[in-house]
């Protein structure tokens, strides 16, 4: 059975900084890419950060470089996101996702078309 959970705190304050968690199954976990994604209120799903299950390899969008971090567990088959200097804008729904490496280049691209596999979502809502 393939599946993803996330989890984690689903509210902090502006400045601060939370974790969350995505625990896959081991099916999930063996696709070779994971990666966490968000939908802000009114726009569409944007990546973050994804990681090579394989080779440990992190690619982070542009505009998510410096505040994000994604970090995997292998032995718990989970993969973490955190994020520090919490803004407002960082509220919306954080999904993870897996799917198979691509072949030549950076095998685990931020771009959704990759990801055959989703969670359900966590909210996080950022107070000021």
């Known amino acids: 059975q393939v599946h993803l959970r996330e989890s984690g705190e689903n509210s902090a304050q502006a400045g601060g900084s939370l974790t969350l968690s995505c625990e896959a199954s081991a099916a999930a976990f063996g696709t070779q890419c994971m990666g966490w994604f968000r939908q802000a209120p009114g726009k569409e799903r944007e990546g973050i950060a994804t990681i090579y299950i394989l080779g440990e390899r992190t690619t982070y969008a542009d505009s998510m470089k410096g505040r994000f971090t994604i970090s995997r567990d292998t032995a718990k088959h989970t993969v973490y996101l955190q994020i520090i200097s919490l803004q407002s804008e960082d509220s919306g729904v954080y999904y993870c996702?897996?799917?198979?490496?691509?072949?030549?280049?950076?095998?685990?691209?931020?771009?959704?078309?990759?990801?055959?596999?989703w969670g359900q979502g966590t909210q996080v809502t950022v107070s000021s």
């Open positions: 996702a897996a799917g198979p490496a691509l072949i030549g280049g950076n095998p685990c691209l931020t771009g959704a078309r990759q990801y055959t596999v």
